[in-house]
Structure formats: structure tokens, C-alpha cells
């Protein structure tokens, strides 16, 4: 991907078997997408497999001494080849061997999505509520109005790159492997400030190409804190409500973006419910998302400073991820240690938990790292 976009628009769509500009990009986009063909292709099958199969049996309807050993033989291996042919272009088992767009049923999505979340996501109640419910509403919608747009804000190992990672799974079978789902990271793809004019241009171009093949492309902006402010306002149109920009809809895509920008606010509600003797699992969406809008527009060392998808309203969700308490650090311990198949030696979990340093310096609530370095630790205390 990094090569990608830092070589021409044109090649990096290239890379990815596609465009959306040009006579192909027209010519693709003139033939209803993946969903369309799809259809087309579908009951073509159907007849062709009908046929084949009838062609199989009329040898069997004739009488013996009627049909040349030969004749007979040829006609059923021709008969078999061409059934084969069309069962395995059949849409729904032809994406079993390759993948294809729109490949898990919706409903099986969701539910893949809040399985994972359940069972491996700890101390995020907000998130599993709202990236749950956003996600499935809007793959079980037909007639989305624009794209769904989640921004995750949090500190360093609260979950946000673990949840778009989950998010892509439950979407996909190959997840961030997939061809139809693209990740970008601003200190790699985008370093430059005096580039950015060229960044916007490739950014565009490979959003359009990309939804050009797949209406249900899922595209994760990491480091948004990093991201050189006015950049990623190029997008704007592609979240909009527009129901068609150059014959393209991008009405079923996925837009997720991740930041650190915010945690300080988030942190001080957290906190404030803490000192007040409530539990954190009493927070709720309304106490934080408003203030945490206003802090990531407003903060000059964010790619949302001053943003237009912001100051439109383009970003469905802002959510919050919570600091980890020392207990959800033990809890990512334990998962990691079982993940890797070996038996749980709880004086090492405690240990581990315990080498971590928390904030604020008096109460030493939250893990500075939440269970970012977990995997480093057990390295250490186990023979792996």
C-alpha cells in the first residue's frame, strides 16, 4: 500500500486490478458494479447448468443400440465439463474458492462482529454498545443515505486497531489481507506537508477506483493525530450524501478512523466518574461524545483540525475508548497466554500487571499503555 501511493494514482489502482477514471473506470462503472453482475451472472448460470445437465441425460432417454460407444462417452464428458463450468462459476460457491465482494451475508456479519467483541474485547462497554449497533443497522440497511463514517479515540493499547481489525473480519473472511478493505497510516503513506496536494489527488483516485469494484470497500485511516491537517477534507465528497458522483455510489462503504486526539478528555470524564465513587460501565455515550467532537476539532495537532467532516457532520460516531484498569490488563494477559496454548500461571499475570506503570501518579488508575506491551512481556517470562 505504501508503494502504492507513493507512486502515481494510476499505478496504485493498478496494484489492485482496478480504476475509476478512463474508459475501463466508465465501462465498469456502466455495469452496476459487483452486485449487478453478480445478478446477471447468476441466472446465466443457471440456464447454462440446466442445459448441461439435460444434455448429461438424454443419452440415458434413447434406447442402447441407438448410441455409438464413442458418441455416448464424449457427450457426457462434454456434458460434465460444462456442468462443472457453470457450478463452480455459481456466485455463491465460486466466492467459497476466491474472494468476492459483499462476501459474509450481512446478518452474519453482525453477529460475527458482536461474538469477538464480546469475547475478546475488556473494559470497553461504549464501544461493543456503539460499533455493534452502528455496524450492524448500517450493513442491514438497503437504503443507506451515505457512507457510515467511525472515528475511535483513545489512548495507546485501548482497543481501537484490535476493533477495526475485528470489524474487517467480521466483514471479510481475510480481514485486513482482504483486497477490499484498505488501511492507511498517516507517517508512512502520507509523511510529506508539502506533498499533501499530491496525497489528496492519490487519495481520491484510489477511493473511487476501489469502490468503482466494490461498493462495500472498508477504508481504516490510523495515526489520524498525525495526519497533516486539511488532508483528509479530500474525502469529504465520498461521505456526503450524494447518491451518485461520476456515475459511482459510496453509499455502502465503511470509512474508520483512528486517534489518540481526545484521550485527555476522555480520561477526565472517566476520572470524574471515578472521584465521584460511580462505575465506569455507568458512563454513557451522551457524557463524552459531545465534548470529545469539540476537543478533536479543536486540537491543532490533529488531522481533524478544523475539519469539514466534522463542521458537516459526516462522522456518524465518535467513540470513546476508556483507560484500562489495572484488572482489564490482567485480563488481556490471561487471553494473550492461553491464545499461545500454554496453561495460565497466575504469579506470572499478577506479575506483568504490576510492572505496568499507571496514571495519574497519586491514584494510579489506568495503565499508561493499556495492553499494548503485554505480547513483549510474556516473551520474557515464558519459554515460548
Not at 202 to 231: T, Y
Amino acid at each position: 500500500m505504501a508503494a502504492a501511493l507513493s507512486a502515481s494514482p494510476a499505478s496504485a489502482l493498478t496494484q489492485d486490478g482496478g480504476g475509476g477514471s478512463g474508459v475501463a473506470g466508465r465501462k465498469r462503472r456502466r455495469s452496476g458494479g459487483a452486485g449487478g453482475e453478480a445478478g446477471r451472472a447468476m441466472k446465466l448460470r443457471r440456464g447454462s447448468l440446466r442445459a448441461a445437465l439435460g444434455l448429461a441425460l438424454l443419452p440415458l432417454l434413447r434406447p442402447a443400440s441407438a448410441v455409438e460407444p464413442i458418441s455416448l462417452g464424449l457427450a457426457i464428458a462434454g456434458a460434465a465439463a460444462s456442468a462443472l463450468t457453470g457450478f463452480i462459476s455459481y456466485p455463491r460457491l465460486y466466492c467459497y474458492f476466491r474472494e468476492c465482494c459483499l462476501q459474509r451475508h450481512d446478518q452474519r456479519a453482525a453477529a460475527a462482529l458482536q461474538e469477538s467483541l464480546d469475547r475478546k474485547l475488556f473494559g470497553q462497554h461504549l464501544v461493543n454498545k456503539v460499533v455493534v449497533k452502528a455496524v450492524k443497522g448500517f450493513l442491514n440497511n438497503t437504503n443507506a443515505k451515505k457512507p457510515l463514517a467511525l472515528s475511535l479515540h483513545g489512548w495507546t493499547g485501548t482497543g481501537k486497531n484490535f476493533v477495526s481489525k475485528i470489524v474487517a473480519e467480521s466483514i471479510y473472511k481475510r480481514g485486513l489481507q482482504s483486497k477490499y478493505v484498505h488501511q492507511f497510516v498517516a507517517t508512512l503513506h502520507f509523511p510529506h506537508a508539502h506533498s499533501i496536494n499530491l496525497y489528496k489527488d492519490q487519495l481520491q483516485s484510489w477511493i473511487r477506483g476501489n469502490v468503482s469494484i466494490c461498493p462495500r470497500s472498508l477504508f481504516i485511516f490510523d495515526e489520524m493525530d498525525k495526519m497533516h491537517a486539511g488532508l483528509i477534507d479530500s474525502i469529504k465528497p465520498f461521505l456526503d450524501y450524494y447518491e451518485l458522483l461520476d456515475g459511482v455510489s459510496y453509499r455502502q462503504a465503511i470509512f474508520i478512523f483512528l486517534s489518540n486526539a481526545g484521550a485527555e478528555k476522555i480520561t477526565e470524564v472517566a476520572l470524574d466518574f471515578w472521584r465521584n465513587g460511580r462505575s465506569r460501565e455507568d458512563i454513557q455515550l451522551t457524557d463524552i461524545q459531545n465534548a470529545l467532537s469539540v476537543s478533536v476539532f479543536n486540537n491543532k495537532n490533529s488531522g481533524f483540525w478544523h475539519s469539514t467532516l466534522i463542521d458537516r457532520n459526516l462522522i456518524d460516531y465518535f467513540v470513546p475508548f476508556l483507560p484500562m484498569e489495572y484488572k482489564h490488563v490482567k485480563m488481556c494477559v490471561r487471553v494473550e497466554i492461553e491464545s499461545r496454548g500454554y496453561a495460565v500461571d497466575e504469579d506470572i499475570l499478577t506479575r506483568i500487571a504490576d510492572e505496568m506503570t499507571y496514571f495519574p501518579r497519586e491514584e494510579r488508575i489506568y495503565s499508561d499503555k493499556g495492553c499494548k506491551t503485554v505480547d513483549a512481556k510474556l516473551d520474557y517470562y515464558y519459554d515460548f
